[in-house]
């Protein structure tokens, strides 16, 4: 169990996070924010490259920062920008990770060859990856995250540049390798973790704002989600959600506190969830 306990981070005078507290426990959670709001902040002082101005994280009561190296050996870390060589192949990469991580090289061979069926790479595994698409690349990345079996898993923004095949597969991925360990991933990408997280980390003006199932964040917005019929114009108490074409033409979806006339009342979603609660904020 990871737990986060009032953390808060400042650069200098500003005040990136503040007062966070968290706790982890196996499955996969979706840190979902937009841009700028402090998930890589969080991230890099899950994984130690950041350290907390206040606060502590504790992996079973122990603080990380003390156990050093115990704690980066149960660690998986996909970073942003992951930096591989595109002259290697996936294989090559591997066995070169395996050595810097300690890995002993008759485990390491059997883990690699594990690992490329595992991410469906074994038929490449011998390709240079300077031919391979983005979702090929980030599979190779998650392949090197898992090389230690880490009992925490941690992959920042894993879904970007990968095309709606690729992010389907790589959710259908992460889904099956959370069984028995803790996944935290980044995104500002809702349909990315709608599905696969079992908890939702949102954090808004540099606080926590709910960690929760999608199901009960979801409930928030029961009974204020409406589609209004074409032709319809948004009142300016109605925040515009998104726009769906029908066969009677464009239909708008919407949040209101009191029913709109006309109107056809819908379930919410964690995209609608998502854009109610940073509806002033810059997404
Ligand atoms: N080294 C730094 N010095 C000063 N401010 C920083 C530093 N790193 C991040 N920040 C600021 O802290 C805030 C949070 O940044 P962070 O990168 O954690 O956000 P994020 O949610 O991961 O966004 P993105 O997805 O764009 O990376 C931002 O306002 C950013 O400008």
């Known amino acids: 169990m990871l737990s986060v306990e009032h953390v808060t981070k400042r650069y200098g005078k500003f005040t990136a996070l503040e007062d966070i507290s968290l706790t982890f426990e196996n499955g996969v959670y979706g840190l979902l924010a937009p841009n700028g709001a402090g998930k890589t902040t969080l991230i890099k002082m899950l994984t130690t490259l950041l350290f907390p101005t206040e606060g502590k994280i504790l992996w079973k009561g122990r603080d990380i920062l003390e156990m050093d190296g115990d704690y980066r050996g149960l660690l998986g870390y996909l970073p942003q920008e992951f930096g591989y060589y595109k002259n290697y192949s996936p294989r090559k990469f591997l066995r070169y990770m395996a050595v810097l991580q300690g890995v002993e090289r008759k485990t390491a061979e059997e883990r690699i060859d594990?690992?490329?069926?595992?991410?469906?790479?074994?038929?490449?595994?011998?390709?240079?990856?300077?031919?391979?698409?983005?979702?090929?690349?980030?599979?190779?990345?998650?392949?090197?995250?898992?090389?230690?079996?880490?009992?925490?898993l941690i992959l920042d923004e894993p879904?970007?540049?990968?095309?709606?095949?690729?992010?389907?597969?790589?959710?259908?991925?992460?889904?099956?390798?959370?069984?028995?360990?803790?996944v935290i991933l980044s995104t500002h990408i809702v349909s990315d973790i709608e599905t696969i997280a079992s908890q939702i980390v949102m954090i808004r003006d540099h606080r926590l704002y709910c960690c929760d199932t999608p199901a009960h964040i979801c409930a928030l917005l029961r009974g204020?989600?409406?589609?209004?019929?074409?032709?319809?114009?948004?009142?300016?108490?109605?925040?515009?959600?998104?726009?769906?074409?029908?066969?009677?033409?464009?239909?708008?979806?919407?949040a209101a506190e009191t029913p709109p006339?006309?109107?056809?009342?819908?379930?919410p979603n964690l995209e609608d969830t998502f854009l109610y609660i940073y509806r002033d904020d810059r997404v």
């Open 224 to 254: 204020k989600i409406f589609e209004l019929p074409e032709g319809s114009v948004p009142a300016e108490d109605q925040l515009l959600l998104s726009e769906r074409q029908s066969e009677s033409g464009t239909c708008l979806r919407i």
């Open 159 to 182: 879904t970007a540049g990968l095309d709606p095949k690729e992010r389907v597969r790589f959710r259908n991925l992460i889904h099956n390798l959370s069984h028995d360990r803790i």
């Open 114 to 152: 594990e690992l490329l069926e595992l991410v469906s790479l074994s038929e490449v595994k011998d390709k240079k990856m300077k031919q391979f698409s983005g979702g090929m690349i980030q599979r190779v990345g998650i392949a090197q995250a898992m090389l230690n079996d880490p009992k925490l």
């Open 261 to 267: 006339a006309g109107a056809v009342k819908a379930d």
